[in-house]
């Protein structure tokens, strides 16, 4: 049979059973105060016993509610926002294929589920305050009819659930308010059509050299979807072969990665994991992986309703998906996945109970010798490492599939409940042009009760056909997916005690970074008075170019600090920052003093009095970090900064930021000072404990001037 022909007719599937889990007219906790509620006024623990309750429709000025809510002292500046809960019970969740939100609003409405927001509803993007107005006003039918929105399935949970809808009116003279809602879950309908997933290998030699198989492979997939009823793809790492490097931190091959994996996008779910070449640094977990989080972190998938979320780094990810009369549940974990990703995947599998769960990684069984046993990470754990401490304990893993041991293997292990494992390497990476377009069609057989493994090349348009290319695993759907009434799942697992951030301007969404470049004497790139904002190289220069000439880089990162806006929780610990600066002209060296005056990205040589002195008045007179020397440097430069900061105090004296300059000759007064250039793409790297659980302090970000840790520059990108 040819794949570019359907499996086999599609039968004719029972009518779906929808669940009503909050019906219409039914009772609700509200808030018509006129003043927003507490933060976590959203979340299933919050305390809503002093609010009010009452059956919808609630609102008023129409006549036909059933509760009517206050609008306040005044009808001519009422109340904008008014505030509705109300918990349910949701059991078997595994069950459920859709998740379905009907709304009446007037005007407009944010809906959340388990505290995350689900939907809009003729509101505006952005923060939503109690005084933002609906976008829109509403009028005549428009205020009796329900709105119809698919809801991801991701943060329905296993028994109790909350929904929260806050209400906003689009003037404050509007004549009336109206809510109700409906909430109805989707079972998967009873089906035994063979459905496909497809797993695509490492492609990280067609992103460097043949981007055409890349493309090949993701078309492929959709002119297939149909008709080989492809449900699901993932991709088991290497996206890439050069990682971070270059200049241009490897923007060709990133960017014909996402535009091969953009054909998917809005067709089919999908996931990518996190391979070794895909470090910012090749293998490196301490590295980070700034381009991977950019193009295949969680904003990707914002607004599907399968992308279930991604750990705190963003290195790994789940997603679910219907087929075959079940939901899979699908978690992705990096390569040699760390305790802490390990951690948050039992986190993922715990609040899904009864889900069948598939694992990807990048690397996990090798050839015919089995799980890998070695790693080249001080943190990270083996395949045998993750069989042990993740995949054998939870009987609703029944396949794990990697990539990176270039070959074809495949193994069925025993859990600790007696219960089968797949496991299953592919890795084309040695064959000839970079793969041939070499990748896995994993079909499922429901009536059948069989799992047929196949390896297809839309390239070369054929299959291989070897024995660990072409195989068939026996899978009893009925009594493998039937796990019992799962127990309540343990709390989650606590946050790490030390996590690391890098922010840079630009970079998955932080904009709060900001530099000056200050000179002192007039040449092509501006004078004393030159407002450089938008230079796009800084110099640092103690007077190479003669008495008077110095020029000075002033560098800080803002908006660090908030339990709300900012990347870091109020009352860490720092305990370590390193500033890393790309020089682009290699000069003598330069020092870094930690600024203690005020400045602005505007500020000029003349408008700072003759620049900034490092007098412990305007800087610190002892540079925090000194790199370089009468050689010069150039490249990529990381240095260790001071940082500050203990349980309860987020941030030290210098606020500032920092002051960059040449470094002064300590190597006799005839050795050559030379200056040097700083590409503006600098980035600031910051580990930190997390504060004590009742920690807590004013919020930077409504008002007051933002704190900020030990300063290092992070200019604009």
């Given at each position: 049979?040819?794949?570019?022909?359907?499996?086999?007719?599609?039968?004719?599937?029972?009518?779906?059973?929808?669940?009503?889990?909050?019906?219409?007219?039914?009772?609700?906790?509200?808030?018509?105060?006129?003043?927003?509620?507490?933060?976590?006024?959203?979340?299933?623990?919050?305390?809503?016993?002093?609010?009010?309750?009452?059956?919808?429709?609630?609102?008023?000025?129409?006549?036909?509610?059933?509760?009517?809510?206050?609008?306040?002292?005044?009808?001519?500046?009422?109340?904008?926002?008014?505030?509705?809960?109300?918990?349910?019970?949701?059991?078997?969740?595994?069950?459920?294929?859709?998740?379905?939100?009907?709304?009446?609003?007037?005007?407009?409405?944010?809906?959340?589920?388990?505290?995350?927001?689900?939907?809009?509803?003729?509101?505006?993007?952005?923060?939503?305050?109690?005084?933002?107005?609906?976008?829109?006003?509403?009028?005549?039918?428009?205020?009796?009819?329900?709105?119809?929105?698919?809801?991801?399935?991701?943060?329905?949970?296993?028994?109790?659930?909350?929904?929260?809808?806050?209400?906003?009116?689009?003037?404050?003279?509007?004549?009336?308010?109206?809510?109700?809602?409906?909430?109805?879950?989707?079972?998967?309908?009873?089906?035994?059509?063979?459905?496909?997933?497809?797993?695509?290998?490492?492609?990280?030699?067609?992103?460097?050299?043949?981007?055409?198989?890349?493309?090949?492979?993701?078309?492929?997939?959709?002119?297939?979807?149909?008709?080989?009823?492809?449900?699901?793809?993932?991709?088991?790492?290497?996206?890439?072969?050069?990682?971070?490097?270059?200049?241009?931190?490897?923007?060709?091959?990133?960017?014909?990665?996402?535009?091969?994996?953009?054909?998917?996008?809005?067709?089919?779910?999908?996931?990518?994991?996190?391979?070794?070449?895909?470090?910012?640094?090749?293998?490196?977990?301490?590295?980070?992986?700034?381009?991977?989080?950019?193009?295949?972190?969680?904003?990707?998938?914002?607004?599907?309703?399968?992308?279930?979320?991604?750990?705190?780094?963003?290195?790994?990810?789940?997603?679910?998906?219907?087929?075959?009369?079940?939901?899979?549940?699908?978690?992705?974990?990096?390569?040699?996945?760390?305790?802490?990703?390990?951690?948050?995947?039992?986190?993922?599998?715990?609040?899904?109970?009864?889900?069948?769960?598939i694992l990807a990684t990048h690397a996990y069984?090798?050839?015919?010798?089995?799980?890998?046993?070695?790693?080249?990470?001080?943190?990270?754990?083996?395949?045998?490492?993750?069989?042990?401490?993740?995949?054998?304990?939870?009987?609703?893993?029944?396949?794990?599939?990697?990539?990176?041991?270039?070959?074809?293997?495949?193994?069925?292990?025993?859990?600790?409940?007696?219960?089968?494992?797949?496991?299953?390497?592919?890795?084309?990476?040695?064959?000839?042009?970079?793969?041939?377009?070499?990748?896995?069609?994993?079909?499922?057989?429901?009536?059948?009760?069989?799992?047929?493994?196949?390896?297809?090349?839309?390239?070369?348009?054929?299959?291989?056909?070897?024995?660990?290319?072409?195989?068939?695993?026996?899978?009893?759907?009925?009594?493998?997916?039937?796990?019992?009434?799962?127990?309540?799942?343990?709390?989650?697992?606590?946050?790490?005690?030390?996590?690391?951030?890098?922010?840079?301007?630009?970079?998955?969404?932080?904009?709060?970074?900001?530099?000056?470049?200050?000179?002192?004497?007039?040449?092509?790139?501006?004078?004393?008075?030159?407002?450089?904002?938008?230079?796009?190289?800084?110099?640092?220069?103690?007077?190479?170019?003669?008495?008077?000439?110095?020029?000075?880089?002033?560098?800080?990162?803002?908006?660090?600090?908030?339990?709300?806006?900012?990347?870091?929780?109020?009352?860490?610990?720092?305990?370590?920052?390193?500033?890393?600066?790309?020089?682009?002209?290699?000069?003598?060296?330069?020092?870094?003093?930690?600024?203690?005056?005020?400045?602005?990205?505007?500020?000029?040589?003349?408008?700072?009095?003759?620049?900034?002195?490092?007098?412990?008045?305007?800087?610190?007179?002892?540079?925090?970090?000194?790199?370089?020397?009468?050689?010069g440097l150039a490249g990529r430069v990381a240095?260790?900064?001071?940082?500050?900061?203990?349980?309860?105090?987020?941030?030290?004296?210098?606020?500032?930021?920092?002051?960059?300059?040449?470094?002064?000759?300590?190597?006799?007064?005839?050795?050559?000072?030379?200056?040097?250039?700083?590409?503006?793409?600098?980035?600031?790297?910051?580990?930190?404990?997390?504060?004590?659980?009742?920690?807590?302090?004013?919020?930077?970000?409504?008002?007051?001037?933002?704190?900020?840790?030990?300063?290092?520059?992070?200019?604009?990108?």
């Open positions: 049979m040819s794949w570019c022909e359907p499996l086999e007719p599609r039968r004719l599937l029972a009518a779906a059973v929808t669940d009503t889990l909050v019906a219409a007219g039914a009772t609700w906790k509200y808030l018509d105060t006129g003043v927003a509620p507490a933060a976590a006024w959203t979340a299933p623990t919050f305390d809503d016993s002093a609010w009010k309750s009452g059956p919808a429709q609630l609102g008023y000025g129409d006549g036909d509610e059933a509760t009517r809510v206050s609008f306040g002292p005044s009808s001519t500046n009422k109340f904008i926002t008014t505030y509705f809960r109300r918990s349910f019970p949701a059991s078997e969740i595994r069950r459920y294929a859709a998740l379905n939100l009907e709304i009446q609003r007037d005007d407009g409405a944010v809906v959340y589920l388990n505290g995350r927001e689900v939907a809009r509803s003729n509101m505006p993007a952005g923060a939503i305050t109690a005084s933002t107005l609906a976008t829109l006003n509403v009028a005549g039918a428009d205020e009796t009819a329900y709105y119809a929105y698919a809801l991801p399935l991701a943060p329905l949970a296993e028994g109790n659930n909350t929904v929260a809808v806050e209400v906003h009116q689009n003037l404050p003279t509007s004549g009336d308010v109206s809510f109700d809602l409906r909430l109805t879950a989707t079972q998967n309908a009873p089906d035994q059509t063979p459905f496909t997933v497809v797993v695509l290998p490492d492609t990280q030699f067609y992103a460097q050299s043949y981007p055409a198989t890349f493309d090949a492979q993701t078309q492929w997939i959709l002119d297939h979807k149909t008709t080989n009823n492809i449900q699901f793809v993932t991709h088991v790492g290497d996206i890439v072969q050069n990682a971070a490097s270059g200049p241009d931190r490897n923007l060709l091959e990133w960017t014909r990665a996402d535009e091969a994996l953009h054909r998917l996008d809005g067709v089919l779910p999908y996931s990518v994991a996190l391979g070794n070449h895909d470090y910012d640094v090749k293998d490196l977990h301490s590295a980070g992986a700034t381009r991977y989080v950019e193009y295949f972190g969680a904003n990707r998938y914002a607004g599907t309703t399968w992308y279930g979320g991604a750990s705190p780094d963003q290195h790994n990810h789940y997603q679910l998906f219907s087929a075959g009369g079940y939901t899979f549940l699908h978690i992705n974990v990096e390569f040699e996945a760390p305790d802490s990703a390990l951690a948050w995947a039992q986190s993922v599998i715990d609040a899904h109970p009864g889900m069948p769960v069984i090798q050839g015919t010798s089995g799980r890998s046993t070695t790693v080249r990470n001080p943190d990270g754990n083996s395949g045998e490492q993750m069989w042990q401490k993740l995949v054998r304990k939870n009987p609703q893993v029944f396949m794990f599939v990697n990539g990176h041991f270039p070959g074809e293997a495949n193994q069925t292990s025993i859990d600790d409940a007696g219960q089968p494992v797949f496991e299953m390497l592919s890795d084309y990476q040695s064959r000839t042009n970079g793969g041939d377009g070499w990748m896995r069609l994993i079909e499922f057989r429901p009536a059948d009760n069989r799992v047929d493994v196949k390896t297809w090349s839309p390239t070369l348009n054929k299959f291989e056909t070897d024995a660990n290319s072409q195989f068939s695993l026996a899978l009893d759907f009925n009594t493998r997916f039937t796990f019992g009434q799962p127990p309540p799942p343990p709390p989650p697992p606590p946050p790490p005690t030390s996590q690391t951030l890098t922010l840079r301007q630009g970079l998955n969404g932080y904009a709060s970074a900001a530099d000056a470049l200050l000179r002192q004497a007039a040449d092509a790139t501006g004078g004393p008075d030159s407002n450089l904002a938008a230079a796009t190289t800084l110099h640092v220069d103690d007077e190479s170019g003669g008495p008077a000439a110095k020029s000075e880089a002033l560098l800080r990162f803002d908006k660090l600090f908030s339990n709300t806006l900012g990347p870091i929780p109020l009352g860490s610990s720092i305990t370590s920052a390193t500033l890393t600066l790309q020089v682009t002209g290699p000069g003598s060296g330069m020092r870094l003093h930690r600024m203690l005056a005020n400045w602005s990205d505007t500020n000029t040589w003349n408008s700072l009095t003759n620049g900034i002195s490092p007098d412990d008045t305007e800087a610190a007179s002892s540079p925090d970090a000194t790199v370089g020397g009468p050689g240095r260790r900064i001071r940082a500050g900061g203990v349980p309860g105090e987020h941030a030290t004296a210098g606020d500032g930021g920092y002051r960059v300059s040449n470094r002064r000759n300590s190597y006799g007064p005839k050795a050559p000072r030379t200056p040097a250039q700083l590409a503006r793409a600098q980035a600031l790297t910051a580990r930190w404990l997390r504060p004590p659980p009742l920690a807590r302090g004013p919020d930077p970000c409504t008002g007051a001037k933002p704190r900020r840790l030990a300063k290092g520059g992070g200019p604009r990108q």
